[in-house]
């Protein structure tokens, strides 16, 4: 069997070399047939004894598409590039491996699966030497989103259940020292939060390799899966009773808060018990919830890390039951809601430095319909979401000022 987390081709670079070098719909294609693969590769490897020789086969015929494809897109470049020269013999290197994988064991499988990761930071590397305007991280230097990538899938979770639809996953949002690749994934088949594993970087993440692991005890356990891990720390909501807990993963300490005006009477359209929504950006840390004084629409509190108390509150015009899930960006509060089977719309925004609001309309493309928990990563300026169990990310890109 094998398992090929990152074998779904990075859809946004496909997206921007597309544009360098005029494909057209091939590419496209490509991508959807790469998604498929992703999936059958999962089943491969859930499911051992329902290995068959076709797989393998399109699997190779797939990789040698893809060598085709850096092939002619090493033509069609001009200038030579050094990163697209070796891109292209590592991907040769790989169709070799992948031709002899029949004849391997498991813990070759697993050199695969970090080539992988690697070839998709090294086309990573490639759009960034291509792309011109970018914000640096942490720098707030724009007028918001301007759009978002198409989805980048990067697995199934760890568990390699597709029933954990409920949870979450991502990258410390203000890494402790140390600690700068960790990321973080929890799931369960019901929306409510048993445990949490670590990562210490991506390999391991895709490897499912966690470094360690907490499960939350007897009355500290959660509901609702919009928690983050912000400065080495977990915040979620606790269930019962219901209130804003962290758990400080550097001393394993768990505190809590009550939040007054938070509502239990309304929740994301896609999942129930999702009243508290945390979120970290630029600026800080902020949690979202729908208060009854409002009726149901959200507000937008910003969290003191110090005392674990609320700065200021700020209520907004998007009605909690009709959203999909929101998220803060450089102090700017973004909703989503459904538009059809495949794709979410960030519709509005309320900015929280000016109290002024907008409606917008920015395409997000999903995997599947259902997502439960979905956020902004400042470090790295990427969503993270959790679609149906699986992992998805997405790349942002701002408005110049
Ligand atoms: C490709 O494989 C050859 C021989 O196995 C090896 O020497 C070379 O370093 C590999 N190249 C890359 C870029 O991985
Ligand atoms: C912000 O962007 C503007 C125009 O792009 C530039 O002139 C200015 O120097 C930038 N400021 C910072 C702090 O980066
Ligand atoms: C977590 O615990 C460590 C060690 O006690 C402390 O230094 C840190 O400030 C705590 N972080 C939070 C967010 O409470």
Redesign the pocket.
């Known amino acids: 069997s094998v398992f090929l987390p990152d074998s779904n081709f990075p859809a946004d670079r496909v997206q921007h070399m597309q544009k360098l070098v005029h494909y057209g719909g091939k590419l496209d294609i490509f991508l959807r047939e790469l998604n498929d693969l992703n999936i059958r590769v999962a089943m491969l490897d859930r499911n051992p004894d329902s290995y068959i020789k076709l797989d393998f086969e399109l699997l190779r015929i797939e990789l040698r598409e893809f060598e085709a494809l850096v092939s002619q897109l090493k033509e069609s470049l001009n200038s030579s590039s050094p990163m697209l020269d070796s891109l292209y013999t590592e991907i040769h290197n790989m169709t070799l491996i992948v031709d002899q994988l029949e004849t391997f064991d498991k813990s070759n499988l697993e050199v695969i699966r970090i080539e992988f990761a690697k070839l998709q930071r090294k086309l990573e590397e490639c759009q960034k030497e291509a792309n011109g305007f970018s914000i640096l991280p942490g720098n707030c230097n724009h007028t918001g989103i301007m759009s978002v990538s198409k989805p980048m899938v990067i697995q199934i979770n760890a568990h390699l259940n597709p029933g954990y639809k409920y949870g979450g996953w991502g990258k410390d949002s203000k890494p402790v020292r140390g600690y700068e690749s960790m990321y973080w994934y929890g799931a369960y088949s019901k929306p409510s939060v048993y445990e949490f594993y670590l990562y210490s970087n991506y390999d391991k993440l895709i490897q499912r390799s966690s470094f360690t692991h907490h499960g939350l005890p007897q009355g500290y356990e959660g509901a609702g899966n919009n928690y983050v891990v912000h400065?080495?720390?977990v915040y979620y909501q606790a269930a019962n009773p219901f209130r804003m807990s962290?758990l400080?993963l550097?001393?394993s300490?768990y505190s809590h808060r009550h939040v007054t005006r938070a509502s239990e009477k309304f929740t994301y359209t896609y999942s129930p018990n999702q009243y508290l929504d945390f979120s970290a950006d630029e600026k800080g840390l902020w949690v979202m919830y729908a208060t009854e004084e409002a009726k149901g629409k959200i507000a937008i509190a910003k969290i003191d890390?110090k005392s674990f108390g609320f700065e200021e509150e700020w209520t907004t015009n998007a009605y909690k039951p009709l959203a999909g899930n929101a998220f803060m960006v450089c102090g700017v509060m973004y909703a989503t809601r459904p538009g059809d089977l495949n794709t979410e719309e960030i519709y509005y925004s309320y900015d929280t430095k000016t109290k002024e609001e907008k409606y917008i309309s920015i395409p997000l493309q999903k995997l599947q319909e259902n997502f439960v928990n979905l956020h902004y990563n400042p470090t790295d300026q990427k969503l993270y979401m959790y679609n149906n169990g699986y992992y998805v990310s997405y790349n942002v890109r701002f408005n110049k000022e």
């Open positions: 400065g080495n720390t962290k400080n550097t001393s300490v890390e």
